[in-house]
């Protein structure tokens, strides 16, 4: 019995390992947002936001850059406000499963949209965590983005 709780252990720790631990392919996680009216699409592991703008492309993306930065356990992955792309991980306090973010301001029929997206790397559901995160951000963004009706 001792044996199989050891080799549990060692199963677990090893798999919180790779999760905590895999390397991250900015090639892969800092890529253009797809053209989208505004609103919200939501899916198992991805919510992704697009908001009008009442400010410039700059002041949003600084603006969204301070507060996603100062979120626990957050770090830029790739891009600068200057390149209009940012990409970061957030990871889960206990075992570290990392979400994706990439922010940028897109052009539009609608005007300039700020788009947020936001999108876990493993597992098949998010429990709705990347979407109460980047809801939280827009409420922190206040008047530099307007929801849609």
Do not use: C
Request: avoid cysteine; charged fraction near 20%.
């Amino acid at each position: 019995m001792l044996k199989v709780l050891v080799l549990l252990a060692v199963v677990v720790a090893a798999g919180i390992s790779i999760v905590r631990f895999m390397p991250i392919d900015p090639a892969r996680v800092h890529t253009p947002s797809r053209a989208a009216p505004p609103g919200d699409v939501a899916t198992a592991t991805r919510f992704v936001a697009a908001r009008q703008i009442t400010t410039t492309a700059e002041g949003v993306l600084t603006a969204a850059d301070r507060v996603i930065r100062a979120t626990p356990r957050t770090e830029v992955i790739a891009g600068d406000v200057a390149a209009g792309r940012i990409s970061y991980v957030t990871r889960s306090a206990f075992i570290g499963f990392p979400d994706y973010i990439t922010i940028e301001v897109l052009d539009s029929a609608e005007g300039a949209l700020f788009v947020i997206r936001s999108r876990a790397r493993f597992a098949g559901y998010d429990w709705g965590a990347n979407r109460a995160r980047v809801e939280g951000w827009l409420v922190q963004l206040g008047p530099l983005v307007v929801s849609p009706s």
